[in-house]
Every structure is written in C-alpha cells, then in structure tokens.
C-alpha cells in the first residue's frame, strides 16, 4: 500500500540517540562541506595562477557553490532540527524552512553535476563544437539557469508537501543525474578506447604519437574521475533511494524503521556535497595549485597554460571511429 497520501508516523519523534547522531554526521558534513567548496568556488573566482577561467571549470565551480550552501545553510538548519527533535521541541515552521532549503541546494548540486558530465563528454568527443560554442559566459549562464530550474522544481514541495516530494525528488533529480552519468561515462570510455587502438597503430617515434600519448593520459584522469564521481554518487545516493521507497511504500514497517529511513536519507544526501570537493577539485593538479596558492596567501604571477581548459586531446586531432576504419585529421587549431 502507498503511503504517499498518508504518513503514518505524524506526531511520532525519532528516539533521541537517532536524533542526536544524525544531527553529528551533520555537523561534520557541514564542516568539510562549507570548507572544500569554498576553496573551489575562491579558486576559480580569484584565479591565483591564471589558469582556471574555462566554461568547465566553471561549471566545477557552480557545483562548487551549490554544495558550498548544502554545507552553510542545509547542513546546519538539519544538524539544529534533530537536536529540537531529540529534546522534543520542534517546531514545524523551522522545519517546513529547512526542507525548503534543503531541496533548493540539494537539487542544484544534482543537476550541476549533471552539466558538468555533460560538458566533460561534449568537450572530449565534439571538440570543435565545444571550443566553438561554449564560452566561459554561456558555461555562466547555463549555471544560472540551472539555479532557477532548482528554485522553481523544490516549489512544488510547497503544495504536495515533504512526503510526496521526497518521492518526486527520487524519481526525476536523483534519476536524471544518474542516467546522466552512466551514458557519460560510458561514452567517453568508449570514446578513448577508440583513440587508443588508433594510436597503437601509430609510429612511437614521432611528434604527433608523443603529443597523442600524453593527451590520452590527461583523458584517461578525466574519465577516471567521472567514474570515481559515480561510484561516490551510487554510495550516497542509491541506499538514499531506497529508504526512500521505504518511507513512501512500506505500510507494515514501524515507525522506528521509517524514521531510521528518513534520517539515513537525509544524512547520505548531504553528505555527497561533502565528497564532490575531493572529486571535482583535489583531483584537479590545477585547482591544487590554486589551494595552495590561496592557503598561503601567495599568487604566483605570470600566465600558465591551462591542461583542463584546452582538452589538448582533441584540440588538435579528431579521430572519427567505425567499425571498420580509423580516420585521423589534423585540425591545426593552435
């Protein structure tokens, strides 16, 4: 039988040591959270070492900023209400406030990881296009809509309320993103597995294989970190979808295990704007750099050339696979 209708556990508190441990893994989401996106969104805004101003990294830094208020806002407002929640004192105008901001910033994480693996595969295998159509100001636009796209989808939590709603939340943003992530993923594999059997085909002597080899290896670190993004993804979100279901379909579980569901949900979905930091950001040998120049309050000066904003493996050649034949061209774009 649906619950969607019906929430059985109205009036029902979760037991106090549930409460109060939810509320100290959220605390300590909220530490690492507000830490690691600040430094990614400080990154790309100063721009210590000049090399960071591309449409993608743009994007890192509009995830940056989502989880950023996953972690200065969400974080706290959910670590306070299971505090009231084990002491018995809650007030559901604060927590009507907390799930609205929770669904904002939590749904504008999603879908800016969503534009940020659609970016990585359009710049590895349309290179052209992407060079051509994508700028940095367009990267800036697309954020902000995205931002009001999660503004208005989170307002139909103001008419179905928190149950439905968490249930409209699990089925079309944390869907979509996945979906989103696995044909990306996908795709780019494919996509370099093609590059490299041309490549093994090639002369190891000259300019070209060399410039080739050590494009395919910038490339295979984007690709491994897009995989080590969904790994995290399904560890925090698949057992959230879940206890989800759990919550919106189990008519014979008990309350204890319905609220067991609701907090599990809750911590796991805040706590993936804690890791997408060391994802999107430590991995980056560029936004390193741009850590350490901002930890030490030293900006090196000059110009530097960017790897992740030129995509040198197919800025300039493009390989065109099929079944049958391999096509290499040189595009000279300088």
Avoid at 92 to 115: E, N, P, R, W
Avoid at 194 to 209: A, L, S, V
Avoid at 286 to 312: D, V
Wanted: charged share 10%; net charge positive.
């Amino acid at each position: 039988m649906s619950l969607l209708n019906k929430y059985p556990c109205v009036g029902i508190t979760a037991p106090s040591y549930l409460s109060f441990s939810t509320a100290s893994f959220t605390i300590l989401s909220a530490a690492v959270a507000t830490g690691g996106n600040l430094l990614i969104v400080l990154a790309v805004i100063l721009d210590p070492n000049k090399n960071l101003r591309s449409p993608s990294n743009y994007f890192v830094a509009s995830l940056g900023f989502a989880d950023l208020l996953v972690g200065f806002l969400a974080c706290p407002m959910s670590a306070v209400y299971p505090i009231t929640e084990g002491l018995k004192q809650t007030n559901q105008q604060y927590k009507f406030l907390m799930h609205v901001i929770y669904f904002i910033t939590c749904t504008s994480s999603l879908l800016s990881l969503t534009a940020l693996a659609l970016d990585r595969y359009v710049a590895i295998t349309y290179p052209l296009v992407y060079r051509t159509k994508l700028s940095p100001l367009r990267a800036f636009l697309v954020s902000i809509v995205l931002w009001i796209a999660s503004v208005l989808v989170s307002q139909i939590y103001l008419i179905v309320g928190d149950n439905k709603f968490r249930f409209v939340f699990a089925n079309t943003a944390i869907v979509i993103t996945f979906a989103v992530l696995i044909f990306t993923s996908v795709k780019i594999f494919k996509y370099l597995r093609c590059q490299i059997h041309t490549w093994n085909n090639w002369p190891n002597n000259t300019k070209e294989t060399l410039v080739m080899k050590q494009a395919m290896q910038r490339e295979r670190k984007t690709t491994k970190t897009l995989l080590f993004a969904l790994g995290l993804f399904l560890a925090c979100y698949l057992p959230s979808y879940v206890c989800i279901f759990i919550i919106n379909f189990c008519s014979s579980c008990d309350c204890l295990l319905i609220n067991w569901a609701m907090n599990i949900q809750w911590v796991l979905v805040l706590a993936n704007s804690s890791v997408n930091p060391f994802v999107y950001g430590w991995k980056l040998r560029n936004f390193r750099k741009a850590f350490k120049s901002i930890l030490t309050c030293h900006a090196r000066g000059g110009s530097q050339i960017s790897t992740s904003g030129k995509f040198p493996l197919t800025s300039r050649f493009i390989t065109n696979c099929s079944s049958n034949d391999y096509v290499l061209r040189n595009t000279n774009i300088a």
